[in-house]
């Protein structure tokens, strides 16, 4: 099941007018540990201390402030930040179209599905056309007391909403300057041989959170009483400049 | 230190020593939490509610909850243990073809840079892969949580995305609409529309506009009002050291003489 | 808007707004900014080295707003050097580490002017590589107040076997720096005997110094801040420019010298400016190398 609908909207453009529901898409499922103190095993509580005094202060006597130079602040009344927050609009609002395989993967962040509210006319057109294209919607919109950027795409026979990083969120990869390292044609061919060989297809299901079960089973070892052995993390040995040729050619008839 | 962690990213028979490092910045305002009696800044730490002290990181262990106040301990190092292998490494152990990848499978960037002595094979990878259009699919643990991530070639360095592992997508089938009519000739109407709006991606063109907000009125604020000042810690009263104040005494009393 | 694309020692770089004026009733561009770096790189990127950079930019100049940061710019090239902090033992935050003359330049291009760097380098934030004394002057006194009280700071420490070294902080002020260069010395071990040095000071000298720092007790008088020794402080780092009407720089001073200008007594002759800074500097070498190299230990703990 989809996770629970957590917003409501229209997606707009030209004259479409779409409503839609907004679910969440991903599940974490994760071991949760608590943070104990070694001396008597009690659970520990997250406090905010005053540097000042070395004592916790209540939340009454909590103030936000904004550092403007070392040791100065503005302080902001919670009320003045509230009125920065943009009302809920509902609308999504398409502003241009992309090619969906521009979008590079850094800025995606949060994938939501979009299930058609009433009335339903125009969904299934829509996931059509921008499959059929090959095209992602670029959508402003606001929402929880925040401005968003994200992508309209297509899923399936859905439609999803993931939003988007903003430009200065991603940190540049253009003005890379990392050596540049000759390689001789015999180290490309071989290094590309090696990867076509080990290349299969995305087949996701095969791969389990191991560790996940591995963390499990430690966990009911130690329930029951038994001993732990420790084991130390395997470093592997860097490959040295020049014995990367021996190493690729090594790798290649270990997977022919 | 150079990054969030430190390892070896292999494929097969090569090893690659590299960095790991932030790809994205949250471009949100960040405040400090402050006391309101003379803003001094407030410290997140662990406190024992039940001794009423706050708790140093070394008195620290984590605790897996089986029971009402019954759990089970876990150092960091029995947590490294469980996969020893995959603590320091990244091991890819296929290549893929990314644009098999549903993107829903992506969860966080990073970027990989080589470190000390591994820039020849650093170099080789970044090229076969940009070569191949592949990415290497691997899995390695960072902190507590091992991730499947995906190692691509981009603009001459290695990115690293974690992905979702396949059961923590949700399933759409329930949210998907049922079986309607064909809308072909809305369908025409809305590629119309689409390609009067086309355009290329850059996200560059959209800023993030709450940010701007709070800016401005943090501007302002600044202008109406001088910033506030945390009280210097003044110190215990009391001259320091006994040893040290009388040397410094003695040094004092020579400075005088001299001048 | 002028964009200039550079390479500087094989990286590539985009200046922009190069004639853009950042010191108006001076006259000094971003163009001469950049110069200015340029030619006191080889004696200021030492002290820069593998320090938590906080940089003060005025992107408007002098006169309009700045804004300081204390975390890496997002935008920054891949070749600039930076370092995960956790101030807090829970925010974590990626701070620009200028280590080479590129880092240096891309900064300056982003008009951060002044530069202030921790006393500790970031892969031991809890150890100070030296000790210092920030003297700075209450309304009614002056830099050669400050001589003065540096004169005989330097002659105390001597007393203990301390050797130290002085710079003008480019305003009102001088710093003088006691260098230790151990990985035993902990900031707990620079605050309590700068402390105790301050406290005597203002006991022998009370009309002079104090070591207080609440205003009311400044007024006539140098307050030594010895509360600066504290890994969550930075300085002044020195020969960086200071963002004052004219470009004036942190400069070290010989202790000879600093004896003749404080009997001469015009306190502007201990204001150095950019373009004297960089000949002195090649003439004379770097007078502050001796804080980030010499070991000293600090007695009597």
């Known amino acids: 099941m989809a996770g629970k609908a957590i917003w409501k909207g229209y997606i707009n453009f030209g004259d479409v007018n779409l409503p839609v529901k907004l679910h969440t898409a991903i599940k974490e499922d994760r071991i949760q540990f608590h943070l104990l103190h070694k001396r008597d095993h009690l659970k520990l509580r997250q406090q905010m201390i005053c540097a000042f005094e070395k004592k916790p202060v209540p939340t009454e006597a909590q103030v936000k402030g904004f550092e403007v130079e070392e040791g100065k602040y503005i302080i902001v009344d919670p009320d003045e930040i509230e009125q920065t927050a943009p009302e809920d609009s509902r609308m999504i609002e398409v502003r241009e179209f992309v090619k969906t395989e521009q979008i590079d993967p850094l800025f995606l962040e949060r994938v939501y599905y979009l299930e058609p509210d009433v009335p339903l006319k125009g969904y299934d057109a829509l996931v059509g056309a921008l499959k059929e294209m090959e095209v992602a919607g670029i959508c402003t919109w606001a929402m929880r007391k925040r401005y968003y950027l994200g992508a309209l795409q297509t899923g399936g026979k859905i439609l999803r909403l993931t939003t988007l990083r903003y430009a200065d969120e991603v940190i540049s990869l253009k003005s890379l300057e990392l050596p540049d390292i000759p390689l001789s044609e015999k180290e490309l061919k071989i290094g590309s041989d090696l990867i076509n060989r080990l290349t299969a297809p995305f087949q996701p299901q095969k791969f389990e959170n191991e560790h996940q079960k591995k963390l499990q089973s430690l966990i009911e070892k130690k329930a029951r009483g038994e001993k732990i052995a420790v084991l130390r993390p395997r470093r592997l040995k860097p490959t040295a400049p020049d014995k990367l040729l021996q190493a690729l050619e090594a790798s290649l008839k270990k997977v022919a | 230190m150079q990054g969030i962690w430190s390892g070896t990213i292999s494929f097969s028979l090569v090893a690659i020593p590299v960095d790991l490092v932030k790809a994205v910045d949250s471009g949100r305002v960040s405040f400090r939490m402050l006391h309101s009696k003379d803003y001094s800044p407030l410290q997140r730490r662990m406190f024992c509610p039940e001794e009423e002290t706050m708790v140093p990181p070394d008195e620290i262990i984590r605790g897996y909850e089986i029971g009402p106040d019954k759990y089970i301990l876990i150092s960091d190092e029995e947590l490294e243990s469980v996969s020893p292998e995959r603590s320091r490494t990244i091991e890819i152990v296929e290549f893929i073809d990314m644009d098999e990848v549903d993107p829903i499978y992506y969860d966080h960037p990073y970027y990989l840079i080589p470190s000390k002595g591994g820039e020849k094979a650093y170099r080789l990878l970044v090229e076969v892969m940009r070569r191949t259009h592949k990415a290497g699919l691997a899995k390695f643990v960072l902190g507590e949580r091992e991730y499947l991530v995906a190692v691509y070639s981009s603009e001459g360095a290695l990115a690293l995305i974690t992905l979702h592992y396949r059961e923590e997508i949700l399933p759409d089938e329930d949210i998907s609409p049922k079986k309607g009519k064909i809308e072909d000739e809305e369908k025409s109407r809305i590629k119309q529309n689409i390609r009067k709006m086309m355009a290329d991606f850059d996200p560059g063109k959209y800023a993030d506009k709450r940010r701007k907000e709070i800016m401005d009125l943090l501007k302002k604020k600044a202008k109406e009002k001088a910033p506030v000042e945390a009280p210097e810690m003044e110190g215990e009263e009391g001259e320091g050291p006994a040893d040290l104040v009388a040397a410094l005494k003695e040094s004092m009393r020579k400075v005088k003489k001299n001048r | ?301």
């Open chain 3, 1 to 301: 808007m002028s964009r200039k694309a550079v390479e500087i020692a094989g990286r590539r770089l985009s200046l922009s707004n190069l004639e853009k004026d950042l010191y108006p009733s001076y006259g000094f561009t971003k163009a001469h900014i950049l110069e200015y770096y340029l030619g006191i790189a080889k004696f200021i990127l030492p002290h820069l080295k593998d320090r938590a950079l906080t940089l003060k930019r005025y992107p408007e100049g002098v006169e309009k707003d700045f804004f300081f940061e204390k975390r890496c710019p997002s935008h920054h090239p891949e070749w600039v050097n930076t370092a995960e902090v956790s101030p807090d033992e829970g925010e974590r935050m990626t701070v620009c580490l200028v280590n080479d003359l590129a880092t240096l330049m891309w900064v300056e291009n982003l008009a951060s002017l002044e530069l202030h760097v921790p006393l500790a380098r970031v892969d031991s934030p809890e150890t100070p590589d030296s000790m210092v004394f920030d003297l700075d002057p209450g309304d009614r006194a002056n830099i050669l107040s400050c001589a003065r009280v540096a004169l005989m700071l330097r002659d105390l420490l001597s007393g203990l076997r301390l050797t130290s070294y002085v710079k003008t902080s480019g305003k009102k002020g001088l710093h003088v720096y006691v260098p230790l260069n151990r990985k035993e010395t902990t900031f707990e071990n620079t605050k309590t005997f700068s402390k105790a040095v301050a406290e005597i000071m203002q006991k022998n000298y009370p009309n002079l110094v104090t070591a207080k720092m609440a205003k009311e007790y400044r007024k006539a008088k140098v307050f030594i801040n010895w509360a600066q020794n504290d890994s969550s402080k930075t300085m002044i780092c020195v020969y960086s420019l200071r963002a004052r009407e004219k470009p004036v720089v942190s400069f070290p001073l010989a202790w000879k010298e600093l004896e003749n200008l404080s009997k001469q007594g015009d306190p502007e002759k201990l204001q150095i400016k950019h373009s004297e800074a960089v000949g002195r500097a090649e003439k004379q070498g770097d007078l502050f190398r001796e804080v980030i190299v010499k070991k000293q230990k600090l007695p009597y703990l």
